[in-house]
């Protein structure tokens, strides 16, 4: 039986489809998110950003080059807003504020965070608890390098849930979640968000009071 992929949004330029965790962007062993999107909507697609394999949310795919291309340039120019949910069960060393700093390769295909900041990855971010011992985080990259947010997370002593590589609990998976997009679109500003479900931890998160005013994310103190 194959996988059948949520779409969010079917527009007249793009499709902006929910990534599973733990299923590879580009094929890998097995065929990888972009060729199953392709299968299940019938048609070619145009990968404009992407997320780590562990990471489950929102991905945007164009129906078109033209789309493509003026995507990828609000990419690269930082004018689509991307928000992120995560979880810890550890004690972070601040609560909200800002992660800035170089990254670097570091073993084993992960990278770690440099005091210096010639060219930083910068990351905002919030957080909430909402369970004995567990701390939830809502997280707004300003800058897009690879394993950014899991990296800033581990910087401030709370490592993702089942972020093994970088130092997280085990658990049943990497408890990042791609939660909403915001960007200007032909005249038009465009808001899209999907919470994260069927994963015990993000469940308990999102039906807890707390999470109240994270459900417009845009609507935070950026």
């Known amino acids: 039986m194959s996988l059948i992929l949520n779409v969010v949004c079917k527009h007249a330029d793009f499709y902006i489809i929910e990534k599973p965790a733990e299923l590879s ?21 145009y990968a404009v950003h992407r997320l780590d394999k562990v990471t489950s949310g929102l991905i945007i ?19 689509i807003d991307k928000f992120y949910l995560a979880i810890t069960d550890s004690k ?18 992960t990278y770690k965070l440099l005091v210096s900041k010639l060219n930083p990855a910068i990351t905002r971010f919030y957080s909430i608890s909402f369970k004995p011992g567990f701390r939830a985080f809502i997280l707004k990259p300003l800058s897009g390098k690879t394993h950014q947010l899991r990296v800033a997370l ?47 931890e993000f469940m308990a998160l999102v039906q807890h009071e707390n999470f109240q005013a994270w459900r417009s994310p845009w609507q935070l103190d950026w």
């Open 25 to 45: 962007f580009h094929s890998e062993d097995g065929p990888g998110f972009v060729v199953l999107a392709e299968r299940q909507v019938n048609e070619k697609l």
């Open 154 to 200: 581990k910087s401030i002593g709370a490592p993702i849930l089942g972020d093994i590589a970088y130092t997280g609990t085990q658990s049943n998976r990497t408890y990042l979640h791609a939660y909403a997009l915001s960007f200007n679109w032909k005249g038009e500003h465009l808001q899209y968000m999907q919470l994260p479900s069927n994963d015990d």
């Open 92 to 109: 972070p060393k601040k609560k909200q504020g800002w992660v800035k700093g170089d990254m670097v390769k570091s073993r084993r295909g």
């Open 61 to 79: 795919l164009a129906r078109n080059k033209d789309a493509a291309a003026d995507l990828t340039a609000l990419f690269t120019q930082h004018a």
